[in-house]
């Protein structure tokens, strides 16, 4: 782990407070996990689990325990050996909730005594880390054979966003409420990806396609019934009409995409 120059990270500054030492791989994960759950409010309970960088399972709660039961609920098979992020302090409650779920690293803002002394006796391998400050560079770097790529990082939030709706009917006020979760989980998803949600969990991920409609067929098979009444998110815009009548024949009620597509009319 190097750092550059003076920056702070939260992953990059956070504590191990018990559990093996990191790996490569559980810090690209870790620090994946740390990027979004930082996405929602802090007023409200969210959990992450990321495996091999794209999320797998996203969940709001009223609790850190309900938000990570949630968020292992909507996909119980790609959560194991995961990475867990949450944005609340863990507590006994939450950690003996995660008993029964075999995880790599959980990263938390604090971790109470009880629930430390907890995982140190039964689950002394889980990496267990508070994290550092809340702060991300305004720079993020990618590796290349021999350098880097910089750009600069994509910090707007969704109150900036001023989506237009460009169809007949408006989304309710829960249909939005799962839209601005669904473009938070999104907008961290690897290209190509289609994100499916409702109430406030993820149902359905498509992440790391190479063809778009190849994830939302993906999000779809991994929704199942749980499709019908979600809404649909996807990072990029559509360039063909098929994803959109794919959302609609599993029942999907609304969807966000940046548009800008040559056939956005047909699209609409």
């Given at each position: 782990?190097?750092?550059?120059?003076?920056q702070q990270g939260p992953v990059l500054d956070a504590q191990v407070l018990s559990g093996k030492p990191m790996s490569f791989n559980n810090y690209g994960d870790t620090d994946a996990a740390w990027a979004l759950v930082q996405e929602f409010p802090v007023h409200t309970a969210a959990c992450v689990c990321v495996k091999h960088a794209n999320p797998c399972g996203v969940a709001l709660g009223a609790s850190a325990k309900e938000a990570w039961e949630r968020a292992r609920d909507a996909?119980?098979?790609s959560v194991f050996g995961g990475v867990v992020a949450l944005n609340r302090p863990v507590d006994l409650e939450t950690a003996q909730a995660m008993r029964g779920t075999f995880l790599e690293v959980l990263i938390a803002p604090e971790i109470s005594p009880e629930a430390l002394e907890w995982f140190r006796a039964r689950k002394p391998d889980l990496r267990v880390l508070k994290a550092g400050p809340s702060q991300f560079s305004a720079t993020e770097f990618r590796?290349?054979?021999?350098?880097?790529?910089?750009?600069?990082?994509?910090?707007?939030?969704?109150?900036?966003?001023?989506?237009?709706?460009?169809?007949?009917?408006?989304?309710?006020?829960?249909?939005?409420a799962d839209l601005a979760f669904a473009w938070r989980v999104t907008k961290h998803a690897r290209s190509n990806n289609v994100v499916l949600a409702r109430g406030a969990v993820t149902v359905g991920l498509g992440a790391g396609a190479v063809s778009r409609i190849w994830a939302a067929e993906r999000a779809v098979q991994n929704a199942g019934a749980g499709a019908q009444g979600a809404v649909m998110a996807s990072e990029a815009f559509f360039p063909y009409d098929d994803v959109v009548r794919l959302?609609?024949?599993?029942?999907?009620?609304?969807?966000?995409q940046p548009g800008g597509a040559k056939r956005d009319s047909e699209i609409i």
């Open positions: 782990v190097y750092r550059v120059g003076s996909d119980t098979l590796p290349l054979s021999g350098g880097l790529l910089a750009q600069t990082r994509d910090l707007r939030v969704w109150d900036d966003l001023r989506c237009e709706v460009v169809t007949e009917r408006q989304p309710t006020e829960s249909e939005w959302a609609a024949s599993v029942g999907v009620v609304a969807v966000l």
